[in-house]
């Protein structure tokens, strides 16, 4: 018989995710899923779907966390699965706030209510601005690391974009792949945001994304260190710092429904 996965269908401004503990797991369980596992079931005909995968771990009093795109690779930062890990620990009665390890490092996860859960991590993050060539036009890309790459293009209308478009060329500069932003400034406090998501394709939000734009329009638009991110899926808050190296995102988060899955 095939080993059976309980998961829990999970959601944050309309970024979905399956969210696998370990602690649920049969022995039979291959643990983490393998890459093929992940792709059938993010199939949103013939699996689950989702945009990604994360997989909850311990090591003695620690909790880990692991992020897989829907096409199998690695992901090494999300914001808006981060929110939703934080709804689960709550909802499994565990104190708040807690930190939580992951590729992207320690984060620290607390829940004021399902509207309002925040992210909160300090990050070493790198930025610079490259010239590209887009659809023959001269483009200025801000390029931003908060654990993952993010490539950020202004738009004067971000809804009339051809985003995918857009993020395959812009991709192809990028040796292992990139996350792509259209912003669009509204003010030096609020911005609106379509994102391309490496392994993913376009998604209706992105925690890490909204930093990375956050952070370009303090750094080259004068912006303030309390910003308003605008996303199909809904509006994410965006705290930074003085210096950008602590970055707090505050959101909703929605646990949709529990299921199994045999593999």
Same mark, same amino acid.
């Given at each position: 018989?095939?080993?059976?996965?309980?998961?829990?269908?999970?959601?944050?401004?309309?970024?979905?995710?399956?969210?696998?503990?370990?602690?649920?797991?049969?022995?039979?369980?291959?643990?983490?899923?393998?890459?093929?596992?992940?792709?059938?079931?993010?199939?949103?005909?013939?699996?689950?779907?989702?945009?990604?995968?994360?997989?909850?771990?311990? +090591?003695?009093?620690?909790?880990?966390?692991?992020?897989?795109?829907? #096409?199998?690779?690695?992901?090494? +930062?999300?914001?808006?699965?981060?929110?939703?890990?934080?709804?689960?620990?709550?909802?499994?009665?565990?104190?708040?706030?807690?930190?939580?390890?992951?590729?992207?490092?320690?984060?620290?996860?607390?829940?004021?209510?399902? #509207?309002?859960?925040?992210? $909160?991590?300090?990050?070493?993050?790198?930025?610079?601005?490259?010239?590209?060539?887009?659809?023959?036009?001269?483009?200025?890309?801000?390029?931003?690391?908060?654990?993952?790459?993010?490539?950020?293009?202004? $738009?004067?209308?971000?809804?009339?974009?051809?985003?995918?478009?857009?993020?395959?060329?812009?991709?192809?500069?990028?040796?292992?792949?990139?996350?792509?932003?259209?912003?669009?400034?509204?003010?030096?406090?609020?911005?609106?945001?379509?994102?391309?998501?490496?392994?993913?394709?376009?998604?209706?939000?992105?925690?890490?994304?909204?930093?990375?734009?956050?952070?370009?329009?303090?750094?080259?638009?004068?912006?303030? +260190?309390?910003?308003?991110?605008?996303?199909?899926?809904? #509006?994410?808050?965006?705290?930074?710092?003085?210096?950008?190296?602590?970055?707090?995102?505050?959101?909703?988060?929605?646990?949709?429904?529990?299921?199994?899955?045999? #593999?």
């Amino acid at each position: 018989m095939k080993p059976m996965y309980r998961f829990e269908k999970m959601d944050g401004l309309g970024n979905d995710f399956m969210l696998l503990d370990a602690d649920c797991q049969d022995k039979t369980c291959t643990l983490p899923p393998t890459a093929q596992a992940i792709r059938r079931w993010s199939d949103r005909r013939r699996g689950i779907g989702f945009d990604q995968l994360i997989y909850l771990y311990k +090591q003695q009093d620690t909790q880990y966390y692991q992020f897989f795109n829907a #096409d199998g690779s690695p992901a090494e +930062q999300c914001g808006n699965g981060q929110r939703a890990i934080a709804l689960y620990l709550k909802n499994k009665q565990l104190a708040m706030p807690i930190t939580i390890e992951g590729a992207g490092g320690p984060v620290q996860l607390n829940h004021q209510d399902d #509207d309002h859960i925040t992210v $909160s991590f300090t990050q070493t993050y790198q930025y610079e601005k490259k010239q590209l060539s887009l659809l023959g036009m001269p483009v200025t890309a801000y390029l931003v690391d908060v654990g993952n790459p993010h490539c950020i293009i202004l $738009s004067a209308d971000v809804e009339g974009e051809a985003l995918a478009e857009k993020a395959a060329l812009i991709s192809a500069y990028f040796d292992s792949g990139i996350n792509v932003e259209m912003m669009q400034i509204i003010s030096d406090h609020h911005v609106r945001v379509r994102v391309y998501e490496r392994g993913a394709g376009e998604t209706l939000a992105c925690g890490s994304g909204a930093a990375a734009v956050a952070i370009v329009l303090r750094h080259y638009f004068k912006g303030q +260190q309390d910003i308003k991110v605008s996303m199909p899926g809904g #509006d994410l808050q965006v705290l930074l710092s003085a210096e950008c190296d602590k970055i707090s995102l505050i959101g909703p988060a929605r646990s949709v429904y529990q299921g199994q899955i045999y #593999d």
